[in-house]
């Protein structure tokens, strides 16, 4: 399995060691480790070198933009085609705050999906309270990858894959409130679901209590096959081939 979305730095983790470890014996075949700021996006770089799992995506998250100029941009261009750097991510909007700034996340938004452009890569994408601009966004943009945590209705699900994008799923999925990605899990083709953990983030049910990280992975994949009524393995293929296409690594792994 691939977990596509996930943040394992030293920020969340005391010991990223026993952390890989315990991922690396969780039939997990690679990880995407995604930047949200320069700190982060940095400690991706020596990440990705340290552990053989570890493939990473720059980014700069679209509420983490207040230290972001053009020089933070330049440096994401030079940067996005190092070794095992993969994806542009995790980018997006978030309007969930009352003051927040759309017109600079969405600047910020497009200059990022046009670098992904430029270097052949695929984006991840974060949406909150912000679906449908978006969606007209990434539609213009061209690009192709995974829209992270998805939590939309299932029609804007299948246009999304329309334009070229998967479906992340995570922890989400084995909430109790789960209704509305049940349905979109229901009704789109299982060739654009994505799995993904968010770790430290939305660790799945009934292990809520602890740090989430990508060994619970399985757990995910267990709801979705729950949920589809479909084989657990063939699913597993399926889901694993799907990052594998989208994020391009027939090359690497």
Same mark, same amino acid.
């Given at each position: 399995?691939?977990?596509?979305?996930?943040?394992?730095?030293?920020?969340?983790?005391?010991?990223?060691?026993?952390?890989?470890?315990?991922?690396?014996?969780?039939?997990?075949?690679?990880?995407?480790?995604?930047?949200?700021?320069?700190?982060?996006?940095?400690?991706?770089?020596?990440?990705?070198?340290?552990?053989?799992?570890?493939?990473?995506?720059?980014?700069?998250?679209?509420?983490?933009?207040?230290?972001?100029?053009?020089?933070?941009?330049?440096?994401?261009?030079?940067?996005?085609?190092?070794?095992?750097?993969?994806?542009?991510?995790?980018?997006?909007?978030?309007?969930?705050?009352?003051?927040?700034?759309?017109?600079?996340?969405?600047?910020?938004?497009? @200059?990022?999906?046009?670098?992904?452009? @430029?270097?052949?890569?695929?984006?991840?994408?974060?949406? @909150?309270?912000?679906?449908?601009?978006?969606?007209?966004?990434?539609?213009?943009?061209?690009?192709?990858?995974?829209?992270?945590?998805?939590?939309?209705?299932?029609?804007?699900?299948?246009?999304?894959?329309?334009?070229?994008?998967?479906?992340?799923?995570?922890?989400?999925?084995?909430?109790?409130?789960?209704?509305?990605?049940?349905?979109?899990?229901?009704?789109?083709?299982?060739?654009?679901?994505?799995?993904?953990?968010?770790?430290?983030?939305?660790?799945?049910?009934?292990?809520?209590?602890?740090?989430?990280?990508?060994?619970?992975?399985?757990?995910?994949?267990?709801?979705?096959?729950?949920?589809?009524?479909?084989?657990?393995?063939?699913?597993? @293929?399926?889901?694993?081939?799907?990052?594998?296409?989208?994020?391009?690594?027939?090359?690497?792994?």
């Amino acid at each position: 399995m691939i977990d596509t979305h996930c943040h394992i730095y030293s920020e969340y983790y005391e010991n990223l060691d026993e952390i890989i470890d315990k991922i690396k014996n969780s039939d997990i075949k690679a990880v995407i480790v995604n930047g949200c700021d320069m700190k982060s996006n940095k400690e991706i770089l020596n990440l990705v070198k340290k552990y053989d799992i570890v493939y990473g995506a720059l980014g700069f998250h679209p509420t983490e933009l207040n230290d972001v100029t053009e020089k933070e941009l330049q440096w994401l261009e030079q940067h996005i085609n190092d070794d095992k750097i993969i994806a542009v991510g995790e980018i997006g909007l978030d309007y969930h705050y009352d003051d927040t700034d759309k017109e600079k996340q969405q600047y910020f938004f497009k @200059r990022q999906l046009e670098i992904a452009k @430029r270097n052949n890569k695929p984006v991840i994408i974060h949406t @909150r309270d912000s679906i449908q601009d978006t969606y007209n966004i990434v539609k213009k943009s061209k690009c192709k990858g995974s829209i992270h945590c998805y939590s939309g209705s299932v029609e804007m699900a299948k246009e999304f894959i329309k334009v070229g994008f998967c479906i992340g799923i995570g922890g989400i999925v084995t909430f109790k409130n789960a209704k509305n990605i049940i349905e979109v899990i229901k009704n789109i083709d299982e060739e654009y679901i994505l799995l993904e953990t968010d770790s430290p983030y939305l660790t799945p049910e009934p292990y809520r209590k602890y740090k989430n990280d990508s060994s619970y992975l399985n757990i995910i994949l267990e709801k979705i096959s729950s949920i589809r009524s479909q084989n657990y393995d063939y699913l597993k @293929r399926v889901t694993t081939s799907n990052a594998v296409r989208e994020f391009d690594f027939n090359k690497k792994l």
